[in-house]
């Protein structure tokens, strides 16, 4: 069973940190992008960053960049995000994703059947003090 599982959300004061982790089991994560969605209340599911199976990465969202930084372990199957400097608006529930490529998207990266090959379950950030 192709399976994601998460871990590393909560509650954290504004300007702290937090690392997520997505580990894979039933298939290996080496040969496919990987990607961290994240969804707010009352908003839709958006694509933060992606990491190519080679290791490079791309950034969708502005609000983030020198903050997030999104890397992987392929000997451990695990894709990690970490973020400092957390503002109350990263408030959201995190979720990564195996993407069917080995490649990130340019521009928008979205979360469709066509492109997701597995999903997280989601694990919620909370930034507040």
């Known amino acids: 069973q192709l399976q994601l599982v998460e871990s590393g959300g909560g509650l954290v004061q504004p300007g702290g940190s937090l690392r997520l982790s997505c580990t894979a089991s039933?298939?290996?994560?080496?040969?496919?992008?990987i990607g961290w969605f994240r969804q707010a209340a009352g908003k839709d599911r958006s694509g933060v960053l992606c990491i190519s199976s080679r290791g490079a990465s791309t950034n969708y969202v502005d609000s983030v960049k020198g903050r997030f930084t999104i890397f992987r372990d392929n000997v451990k199957n695990t894709g990690y995000l970490q973020m400092n400097s957390l503002k109350p608006d990263d408030t959201a529930v995190y979720y990564c994703?195996?993407?069917?490529?080995?490649?990130?998207?340019?521009?928008?990266?979205?979360?469709?059947?066509?492109?997701?090959?597995?999903w997280g379950q989601g694990t919620q950030v909370t930034v507040s003090s």
């Open positions: 994703a195996a993407r069917r490529f080995n490649y990130c998207p340019m521009s928008e990266m979205k979360g469709d059947a066509t492109t997701i090959k597995s």
């Open positions: 039933g298939f290996t994560l080496d040969d496919y992008a």
